[in-house]
């Protein structure tokens, strides 16, 4: 039966979906077994009892001393617990079903975004059929031993979603995918999985490496004929195997059909003593119908692309829009990131937003974290809105009250960039929380001492002043005014000219009049840190007490 007939009865089929091929970069897996095989040898090697027995007595305490196999354990959510210690190197079980299923979950360039661990062992779970997966603690171990390997590489962001690479799957100069193999989706089925790991690791080495070669030849011994290294040690070292019957063991598993295919995993299978008395080299095949020469000429169709969750799909398909709007539709693949920062955004503030991006992009290239960007444009965006509502609610000269003028624009931007994540909805329902609770402790009638209470730069301020306190103006509007006028002079002169006085005197005509009652807390008084108070009270429907208190 060809593999593309062969039906995996997974979660998947029940669904009717299809489990296809699995196409594995040459590349990848040869480092997976050079990174992990090599040194395993070395540590046995270097523990031996006949390594060991040879050496010096001196050199051989020191050897016991300092010797230490090479571990690795996950981090403990129990500071107290003492973390499980894995082995660092060798090929195992879980580590062949997680590479193997990392290359159907990537896309064409190797990468799989914004996912979690979890999500990865999850869409595991729909491919392998019943009792044929490993644990989701082997599934944690495999994936930290292929990263401490550099057989893949992650990033975590702020969110705690990983960005996962398969390492060597890109060519460095031509920036396009290496070599890749095709295997058959019986690396999904149960009988697949009761093999032992020798031999799953012969199978899918002679899958990736034959390609369109009739058959392979492999050494058993360290060394070829003519002297050279045997390809991975030979096939004793490779296998893990000390003796011929063991390696006999191995082939027979292979050789012998699975109840779910009704043909062997390899066609031909021999033994052959080369120059030799004993066997010492192995020609193998695999067999036919697991072979197939198409795979490659459309490697989409055998990726099946771990796309992250769809959240927001009405936020999500404006983004989309509005990114092909403005030519940059190759950012869509960054929509989780898009979503994470945009999604309590309005429609407006979010055009703004990808403006902004583009403007930033077209002048410094595409940046390399893009949530914090975003953050940042989101931030600027939505500023001025934040200033709308609190002067519409009556706290906005309150922002400035226990400032400096000369720091007055500092704090505004502060405040500003302090409720700029919030929505209008929100920050709207504080401000007039806020107002109430002011205007309740604080309103009190107008006095003339109240327009004298900052510092006078010019002597022509104080008859303004004077000017402004007999005409009834509203405090904030005047000393706006009064701050456009120093601007404009920049501390040129000790005095302000006679056609800037006139002018100033006829604004101050026309500002709006004051109320006979108006909103005026101590000096010392901080609007944020009792806005920040304020709102954590409103939080908490337990609290009776009346809101005047926290003044």
């Known amino acids: 039966m060809p593999h593309s007939q062969l039906l995996v009865k997974n979660k998947r089929s029940l669904k009717g979906l299809e489990t296809n091929a699995v196409l594995v970069s040459r590349e990848s897996w040869v480092h997976l077994l050079e990174s992990m095989e090599e040194n395993y040898y070395k540590a046995k090697r270097l523990s031996s009892p006949a390594y060991i027995k040879h050496l010096p007595y001196e050199e051989r305490q020191i ?13 403990s959510k129990f500071e107290t617990a003492q973390p499980k210690s894995y082995l660092l190197h060798g090929v195992t079980n879980a580590v062949i079903d997680v590479f193997i299923m990392l290359h159907k979950l990537c896309n064409t360039n190797g990468i799989i975004r914004d996912v979690t661990i979890h999500q990865l062992y999850e869409e595991y779970l729909t491919y392998k059929e019943w009792d044929a997966s490993i644990s989701h603690m082997q599934f944690y171990v495999a994936m930290e031993k292929l990263r401490l390997h550099q057989v893949i590489s992650s990033t975590k962001n702020m969110y705690g979603r990983y960005t996962i690479k398969i390492c060597h799957f890109m060519n460095q100069e031509t920036k396009k995918p290496n070599y890749y193999a095709s295997i058959p989706p019986v690396v999904f089925t149960y009988d697949f999985f009761k093999l032992s790991v020798a031999a799953k690791k012969l199978f899918l080495d002679i899958c990736i490496q034959q390609g369109t070669r009739p058959e392979l030849a492999r050494m058993l011994p360290e060394e070829t004929l003519q002297g050279q290294k045997a390809y991975m040690g030979g096939l004793f070292q490779f296998l893990h195997k000390k003796h011929l019957h063991q390696i006999q063991g191995v082939l027979k598993e292979l050789t012998t059909p ?58 999500a398909a404006f983004i989309e829009k509005s990114l092909q709007e403005l030519h940059l539709g190759d950012l869509a693949i960054h929509m989780n990131q898009f979503i994470n920062v945009l999604k309590h955004t309005c429609h407006m503030q979010t055009r703004e937003v990808l403006r902004r991006l583009r403007m930033l992009i077209a002048g410094n290239g595409q940046p390399d974290n893009l949530e914090v960007v975003l953050h940042k444009l989101v931030r600027k965006a939505f500023h001025h809105r934040v200033l709308d509502v609190a002067a519409k609610t009556g706290i906005y000269s309150l922002i ?152």
């Open 400 to 551: 400035t009250h226990n400032v400096k003028a000369s720091m007055a624009e500092e704090a505004l931007f502060q405040f500003g960039n302090r409720y700029s994540m919030h929505s209008v909805r929100s920050i709207k329902k504080l401000f007039i929380a806020a107002q109430e609770v002011l205007q309740q402790k604080y309103m009190v009638p107008l006095q003339e001492e109240m327009y004298y209470e900052r510092d006078i730069r010019y002597p022509e301020e104080a008859l303004f002043r004077d000017y402004a306190c007999k005409h009834g103006a509203e405090l904030h509007s005047y000393f706006q005014l009064e701050a456009e006028l120093r601007k404009k002079l920049n501390y040129k002169g000790n005095a302000v000219p006679s056609h800037l006085r006139e002018e100033m005197l006829k604004k101050i005509e026309h500002l709006p009049q004051a109320p006979m009652r108006v909103l005026y807390p101590p000096r010392d008084f901080d609007l944020t840190a009792f806005l920040a108070e304020l709102e954590q009270t409103l939080r908490n429907p337990r609290v009776q007490r009346e809101l005047e208190v926290l003044v």
């Open 258 to 315: 699975l109840p779910s295919l009704n043909i062997p995993l390899f066609e031909k299978c021999m033994l052959v003593k080369e120059y030799s008395r004993k066997f010492n080299k192995l020609i193998v095949s695999v067999n036919k119908q697991l072979r197939s020469a198409n795979e490659s000429s459309n490697a989409e169709t055998y990726r099946n692309w771990l796309r992250p969750k769809a959240i927001y799909k009405r936020k």
């Open 63 to 75: 050897h016991k001393s300092m010797f230490r196999v090479d571990a690795f354990s996950l981090p």
